[in-house]
């Protein structure tokens, strides 16, 4: 089994002007180096909970049928984009997206099968025959919930006060973190 973020979100949940607010900085000389502590502390808080925040593309590839249903991780799932599956001679399929039903209120999402519909009788590519691409994440940085944008901000502030600090949350931003996380 492999997960991989095929496109990440085009915004972050907290943007530079507000950690510049929260940094209490002035001017734009570490606008580059704030932007990128963003991007690395919400791609932690996202790992630490479970989640993505903002609308990004994720594939799930797998050597065999799932057994109906399976979870589709990090929550909370948006869509399925397409289900594909390889046969031994190369050749890739895409099911019929009514074969198949989705549970984006559970954490993380689920997919099962439709009412008597089974997986194709087929013999699958020996390796990475089943890939699943979906969507997670809310449309937008306001879909954010406060507690999630403070601990990024907390963790941006770390970062940004002592810049050869390890990759790690604060206690306050775990304990953030922690009110809402999946796994």
Known sequence: MTL?????????PVSSAEAKLHLKVDGSTDDTLISA??????????????RGYIT??????????????????????????????TDSGGTEYTMDPGDYVLDTSAEPGRVALADGVSWPSVVLYPVGGVKIRYTVGAASAAAVPQNVKQAILLTVGDWYEDRQAGAALSP???ALLTIDRVF
């Open 37 to 50: 502590l963003i991007v690395a502390a919400r791609m932690l808080c996202e790992a630490y909970q479970g």
């Open 172 to 174: 306050a931003a775990r």
């Open 4 to 12: 991989r973020l095929i496109t990440a979100p085009a915004t972050e």
């Open 56 to 85: 990004q593309t994720w594939e799930l590839t797998l050597d065999a049928f799932p057994e109906s249903p399976f979870e589709l991780p990090p929550a909370p799932l948006a869509s399925v984009v397409s289900i594909k599956y």
